[in-house]
T-cell receptor, first 113, second 114 residues
Framework: DAMVIQNPRYQVTQFGKPVTLSCSQT?????MYWYQQKSSQAPKLLFH???????NEADTPDNFQSRRPNTSFCFLDIRSPGLGDAAMYLCATSRDLTHNEQFFGPGTRLTVL | AQSVTQPDIHITVSEGASLELRCNYSYGATPYLFWYVQSPGQGLQLLLKYFSGDTLVQGIKGFEAEFKRSQSSFNLRKPSVHWSDAAEYFCAVGENTGFQKLVFGTGTRLLVSP
């Protein structure tokens, strides 16, 4: 089945220690998104890639960066995680930028000690 | 900018009873509207979507939603709830021009009692 895969499902890191979360997709979609979802809150868009074009949300902290080396993979890098960065990180894809539903992965729950 | 309001943080429904989850949006034009469901520790699964046409939309798992432009609402309904429906439900609105950024409501947690 075509799907969105996130690894790892659970990640524990230390305060200030860089961490990378991974997302891959077999849907061959052009757009990949990263969302941050804190406990009991709505998902919040951090950035998205349309093909190789990167688009950052205005309020995404500089501490968060992303890479998309090819169509299938996208990474979320948190350079210096703080306690406030503990959250579920959701990856999603869509075929295009408009008029398309987004398909979500299962998420990676990040704990910062 | 568009926004979404889900006025009910928690709802408890008896198994077999009907369900309605409320969603109101704010957007200048006709929006794209979505309902997603999230089970604990999982990602979001699309239940249904509205882009245009028939205002009553059928989705998966027996859910439906009705778009009411006059009320700026897109309420989710199910005639008979099953225990497996217990989850968090998110309504989302997307712009219909340019980049379709999704804005989510804060969610409604559904509890199903025996």
């Amino acid at each position: 089945d075509a799907m969105v895969i996130q690894n790892p499902r659970y990640q524990v890191t230390q305060f200030g220690k860089p961490v990378t979360l991974s997302c891959s997709q077999t849907l061959n979609h052009n757009v990949m998104y990263w969302y941050q979802q804190k406990s009991s809150q709505a998902p919040k868009l951090l950035f998205h890639y349309y093909d190789k074009d990167f688009n950052n949300e205005a309020d995404t902290p500089d501490n968060f960066q992303s890479r998309r080396p090819n169509t299938s993979f996208c990474f979320l890098d948190i350079r210096s995680p703080g306690l406030g960065d503990a959250a579920m990180y959701l990856c999603a894809t869509s075929r295009d930028l408009t008029h398309n539903e987004q398909f979500f992965g299962p998420g990676t729950r990040l704990t910062v000690l | 900018a568009q926004s979404v309001t889900q006025p009910d943080i928690h709802i408890t429904v008896s198994e077999g009873a009907s369900l309605e989850l409320r969603c109101n949006y704010s957007y200048g034009a006709t929006p794209y509207l979505f309902w997603y469901v999230q089970s604990p520790g999982q990602g979001l699964q699309l239940l249904l979507k509205y882009f245009s046409g028939d205002t009553l939309v059928q989705g998966i798992k027996g859910f439906e939603a009705e778009f009411k432009r006059s009320q700026s609402s897109f309420n989710l309904r199910k005639p008979s709830v099953h225990w497996s429906d217990a989850a968090e439900y998110f309504c989302a609105v997307g712009e219909n021009t340019g980049f379709q950024k999704l804005v989510f409501g804060t969610g409604t947690r559904l509890l199903v009692s025996p």
